[in-house]
């Protein structure tokens, strides 16, 4: 395995242990990953906190969990060269995952480009 591949392997490992660790720390929320070229670039978190609910602990999710988990995460940003993925989360757990991609028109002129 090269330096590349190896830089490549430690972000993402990074990357993943960082989204475990914000949707575990988030009783109600989104955890927003924006990708730029090819690249995860940025994590934003936002917690919503529920006033007619009892702050929720922390969860620890079990070994299953957490490697379905990555691999879904895995298969929906797999390809995605600009835009974002947001991790809906509800009672401390991931319920909806949306993509969002952005297309670029780098070769376009005109009014149009």
Do not use: H, W
Request: glycine letters at 8%.
């Amino acid at each position: 395995m090269g330096v590349k591949e190896k830089s490549q392997e430690v972000a993402l490992e990074t990357l993943l242990e960082l989204l475990e660790s914000s949707v575990c720390a988030i009783g109600f929320g989104s955890v927003t990953v924006v990708f730029q070229d090819g690249k995860a670039i940025q994590v934003e978190r936002q917690e919503k906190i529920r006033l007619d609910q009892p702050r929720l602990s922390p969860v620890v999710p079990s070994e299953k969990e957490r490697l379905d988990f990555r691999a879904r995460f895995l298969a929906v940003s797999a390809g995605l060269k600009y835009g974002q993925l947001v991790l809906q989360i509800k009672g401390g757990r991931v319920t909806q995952l949306d993509r969002t991609d952005n297309l670029r028109f780098t070769e376009m002129e005109g009014a149009f480009g």
